[in-house]
């Protein structure tokens, strides 16, 4: 199972950013306003998941799997910090950059969650009926 796992992240991980990138560059053609709203801010959680979930089930050191999660987490402070710095255009631009990055780190904290779940259920503490 854990092969085939290991062969299935990947490639959702390539699909799912290449759709992303596809979709955005076409988006007036076919995609109403709210629907590239959703796509410009929530998608990007998906990638952002197979790729922390594939580090986690695979790195050995969990400090290396943590990197990921830790720049974005930090890349996520500094937007919120000059947001609320600067005034103008640049706190808008800079509120931008938060928004677009937030369901990253949300991507990474769910893979971290279902990492940890799943030791727990491999371990046997966690019965599912």
Request: with cysteine; aromatic share 14%; hydrophobic share 55%.
């Amino acid at each position: 199972m854990k092969n085939r796992t290991d062969k299935i992240l990947p490639l959702l991980f390539a699909v799912s950013i290449t759709g992303y990138f596809f979709c955005s560059l076409c988006y007036r053609t076919y995609l109403s306003p709210v629907e590239f709203a959703v796509l410009w801010y929530a998608i990007p959680a998906i990638p952002a998941f197979c790729l922390q979930l594939l580090l986690c089930r695979n790195i050995k050191q969990k400090r290396l799997a943590a990197l990921h999660a830790v720049l974005l987490t930090g890349w996520c402070l500094l937007c919120l910090i000059q947001t609320l710095l600067n005034t103008g255009w640049d706190a808008l631009i800079w509120a931008i950059f938060l928004g677009l990055s937030i369901a990253p780190v949300a991507g990474c904290v769910l893979a971290w969650a279902v990492y940890g779940c799943w030791r727990l259920y491999r371990k046997g503490d966690i019965c599912v009926p």
